[in-house]
């Protein structure tokens, strides 16, 4: 038998080792197999670097600056910045239709009188006439139209109702022509008999240049202060010198640009209230056609 002594002698042979059963090292051997140099191939393919991405920062605009806070909310809030645009536009269309419909619902209001005094069932006022002015012009009904008319019935006898009322018109006619409201104002007499045409000139120089002064035959001025339904008291047969009353009613008859009639105005008006009153009488008018155009319109509703 060989020993092992005779085999390290010989050189030829290496000493045989038992493995171990335990492994004494706390390292894992994963992180050993890791650590451990990769052989290089044999033919190895140049690889290309990766990309490498750099980090930007979200803004280059401070936190906090003017810049911030005025860009920034309008790039990231455009919902918020419509609905602000779209409240102020909603605002500014209510403001303006609720302006609209309250000076339509006040105008249709005094349309609507206008149209009652005038409506279906009561005596129509105004009609036809055949007068002449104080300077012996004809005047007729037609002579209405085409612009605003205040008409007065009256005569140059009247002791005091007369005069203050054409006093009071005066006052109106120039209120009313500071706030670019032009009236044509006409004075109708009741007593023909002593109210010639040279008589009316000269009773009305004492009052408003602007008042036109009508008179004519009996008959006529009967017939007129019939249409416009004014009492009418003065006798026909009258011998010249005799003395007699006239009664008459004391309105203001306020016609419209269509020689139809509109309101009147008693003596419960004074000056500045029936300056008023004509405005917004004056501000409501349109013409037959238009209000007949707009009942068979979309807002038809609002003018029936």
Known sequence: MISIRNLRALGSVKPLFAPSARVFSTVSSRLNEANKTEPTPSNPEVEKPKKQYSRRPLSSIPIGSENYSSQTMK???????LSWKSFVLFIAVGAGMTYFFRNEKEKMKLRKEAEANRGVGKPLIGGP???????GEPFTEKNLIGKFSIIYFGFTHCPDICPDELDKLGLMLDELKKNGVELQPIFITCDPARDSPAVLKEYLSEFHSDIIGLTGDYDEVKRCCKNYRVYFSTPRDLKPGQDYLVDHSIFFYLMDPEGEFIDVLGRNYDAEGAVQKIIKDVNAYEPKEVRERKKEGMLGWLYK
């Open 75 to 81: 790039k990231k809030n455009p919902i918020e910045y």
């Open 129 to 135: 006439f055949n007068l002449v002015t104080q300077d």
